[in-house]
T-cell receptor, first 115, second 117 residues
Framework: GENVEQHPSTLSVQEGDSAVIKCTYS??????FPWYKQELGKRPQLIID?????GEKKDQRIAVTLNKTAKHFSLHITETQPEDSAVYFC??????????????FGQGTILTVHP | DAGVIQSPRHEVTEMGQEVTLRCKPI?????LFWYRQTMMRGLELLIY????????DSGMPEDRFSAKMPNASFSTLKIQPSEPRDSAVYFC???????????????FGEGSRLTVL
């Protein structure tokens, strides 16, 4: 089955700096890669996603890049703000066999933005 | 839309008791997922349904766990008997799947926080 590895597990930055979180996946058939943000005590919520036919996607201060050959994708947050502090999860969705539709999550990154 | 609705939000029970968690997916969504979240293991997929049919239950820890989806608007996750190591937040999520096409966003419920004493 799919295996998603996420790094780093914790990330601390100063307000205004950039933050980068990286993920690798194992199933080359995976075709959808979302990123979720989870604030303390709340549900994970989608912040950005990318599909396998696209190499990069940007939405204001956040961007995601995908390298299908290397099977890795990254989340980039620029001009970080204290309210960006949360746990971020990457995920990969399978596209074949019993993995079809199945979303596997990375272990999460605790991002802390210091004012 | 009210989103994915889960109940109860919090459950405290004693070891050996039966626990039933409930979920109502977003109307029109045909895929439903049960996840368990702990500090040690992160977000683990327990089981997921497509059009009310269980597709993959390989994440269900053991026979003490069972899940059902009797219709498109309701699912249950049952633990019997419960054990302290089952303490976690259990999330239900739903999405729309269309044949072999790439599926849409996964929407999570608020979660059910289970504590087994």
């Amino acid at each position: 089955g799919e295996n998603v590895e996420q790094h780093p597990s914790t990330l601390s930055v100063q307000e205004g700096d950039s933050a980068v979180i990286k993920c690798t996946y194992s199933d080359s058939a995976s075709n959808y890669f979302p990123w979720y943000k989870q604030e303390l005590g709340k549900r994970p919520q989608l912040i950005i996603d990318i599909r396998s036919n696209v190499g990069e996607k940007k939405d204001q201060r956040i961007a995601v890049t995908l390298n299908k050959t290397a099977k890795h994708f990254s989340l980039h947050i620029t001009e970080t703000q204290p309210e960006d502090s949360a746990v971020y999860f990457c995920a990969a969705r399978g596209a074949g066999g019993t993995s079809y539709g199945k979303l596997t999550f990375g272990q999460g990154t605790i991002l802390t933005v210091h004012p | 839309d009210a989103g994915v609705i889960q109940s109860p939000r919090h459950e405290v029970t004693e070891m050996g008791q039966e626990v039933t968690l409930r979920c109502k997916p977003i109307s029109g969504h045909n895929s439903l997922f049960w996840y368990r979240q702990t500090m040690m293991r992160g977000l683990e997929l327990l089981i997921y349904f497509n059009n009310n049919v269980p597709i993959d239950d390989s994440g269900m820890p053991e026979d003490r766990f069972s899940a059902k989806m009797p219709n498109a608007s309701f699912s249950t996750l049952k633990i019997q008997p419960s054990e302290p190591r089952d303490s976690a937040v259990y999330f239900c999520a739903s999405s729309r799947t269309s044949g072999r096409a790439v599926t849409g966003e996964l929407f999570f419920g608020e979660g059910s926080r289970l504590t087994v004493l």
